[in-house]
C-alpha cells in the first residue's frame, strides 16, 4: 500500500513561485504514473500535470511553461515547480500515483 503526503503550498503574490512536493511511501514498486491534480469549488478537480514511469510528461494547456512536474531516480518524491502564478490557480493541489492513490492536499493561494 502506497502513502502520499503533500507539502510546501502557501500564499503567494502573483508571478510569484512555489515548489510542491509529494512524499511516497509504503509498496511504491507499484507507483507507474504519478499526477498532481488541483481543485477549487468552482471549477472542481483538474489534472494539471502527470509524468509516466519513464519521464514523459504531460501538463493542462492553462500551465504549460509555467509549471514543471518532475521526481527523484527512487521515485519516492514527486515535484510540482510552479512559476508565474495567477489568481486562477489557486486551489488545493493533490498528490496521485497510479491513478486512484491521494494524497490529503496542501493550498495554493495567489493573491495580492
Known amino acids: 500500500q502506497v502513502q502520499l503526503v503533500e507539502s510546501g503550498g502557501g500564499s503567494v503574490q502573483p508571478g510569484g513561485s512555489l515548489r510542491l512536493s509529494c512524499a511516497a511511501s509504503g509498496d511504491i514498486s507499484d507507483i507507474n504514473i504519478m499526477g498532481w491534480y488541483r481543485q477549487d469549488p468552482e471549477k472542481g478537480r483538474e489534472a494539471v500535470a502527470i509524468i509516466t514511469s519513464t519521464g514523459g510528461t504531460a501538463y493542462v494547456e492553462s500551465v504549460k511553461g509555467r509549471f514543471t512536474i518532475s521526481r527523484d531516480i527512487n521515485r519516492n518524491h514527486l515535484y510540482l515547480e510552479m512559476n508565474d502564478l495567477k489568481p486562477e490557480d489557486t486551489a488545493v493541489y493533490y498528490c496521485?500515483?497510479?491513478?486512484?492513490?491521494w494524497g490529503q492536499g496542501t493550498q495554493v493561494t495567489v493573491s495580492s
Open positions: 496521485n500515483a497510479n491513478g486512484y492513490i
